[in-house]
């Protein structure tokens, strides 16, 4: 129940840091991954790592916040492989990402062309395409940002804020996916979210964090970790396959408990 033989997946993002986890998992339950971004040479390096794997693997161009570049994707995806089974939204700008106070309309805008148009304008590309075959999933990538608002005191440690774009784009993917999975369950098309909780892994932006943001955040995680690279690996696999074929309109929190409070 859990095999995704034969299947097809894009992930948005996929390069980037959560990205590449749920590509992997993806990829070792058999799934045709498409890893999508607006890197190409970073898109193919990481897609030559997954075949060397022994996965299949393909990276193609995509410009989320370009509504051609979006329709290309899908349109090559399916000349070429015939399906979409799976879509992956997980793709994010940080852009405009400030507080309220120092955040400008520019940037919130062009942060919202990707977040938030550019998810809704990716789901829409590839739904068509599930509509015809009788099935599909689709998962969107939230966050605890977009079950709980920021612990402020915690980036003050580093004199830094949690972005006000940022939460309310989390909140929104989460709106999103309950509207997408009401309207189309009639299709047999699955629509739910995940929300990871934060990272420590070696080589990403959160390596600058202070040791005293990293202890607040640990003894707000009842399971008093960071998620590691397989955390996200099992929640992506099960929406994605049949053992979740009766699950639509759900967050599913892989936070350590830090929301649990």
């Avoid at 193609?60 to 879509?87: C, H």
Wanted: hydrophobic letters at 40%; one cysteine or more; charged letters at 15%.
């Amino acid at each position: 129940m859990f095999g995704l033989d034969g299947q097809v997946a894009i992930v948005t993002g996929g390069s980037g840091v959560y990205g590449q986890f749920l590509c992997q998992g993806l990829c070792e339950a058999g799934a045709l991954v498409i890893v999508a971004g607006n890197e190409l040479d970073t898109c193919e390096q990481f897609v030559n790592q997954l075949r060397q794997a022994g996965h299949l693997a393909v990276a193609m161009f995509l410009d989320l916040s370009n509504e051609p570049s979006i329709n290309n994707l899908a349109k090559n995806v399916i000349e070429q492989y015939g399906r979409i089974d799976t879509l992956v939204n997980c793709a994010v700008s940080r852009i405009g990402n400030a507080s309220l106070e120092e955040v400008t309309a520019a940037g919130w805008v062009a942060a919202e062309n990707v977040n938030g148009t550019g998810t809704m304008l990716m789901t829409k590309a590839v739904v068509p395409h599930m509509r015809q075959q009788g099935k599909g999933s689709i998962i969107n990538i939230s966050s605890t940002m977009g079950v709980v608002g920021p612990y402020f005191p915690m980036y003050e440690l580093d004199g830094i804020v949690s972005g006000i774009e940022y939460t309310y784009t989390k909140f929104g993917i989460m709106g999103m996916t309950k509207w997408l999975a009401s309207y189309y369950g009639r299709y047999n098309i699955r629509v739910n979210s995940i929300s990871p909780g934060g990272n420590n892994i070696k080589g990403t932006k959160d390596e600058i964090r202070s040791q005293a943001v990293i202890d607040s955040y640990l003894a707000l995680t009842p399971m008093n970790r960071f998620a590691d690279e397989n955390d996200l690996k099992g929640p992506v696999v099960f929406l994605a396959s049949d053992a979740a074929k009766y699950v639509t309109g759900q967050n599913l929190i892989v936070d350590g408990g830090y929301t649990s409070w």
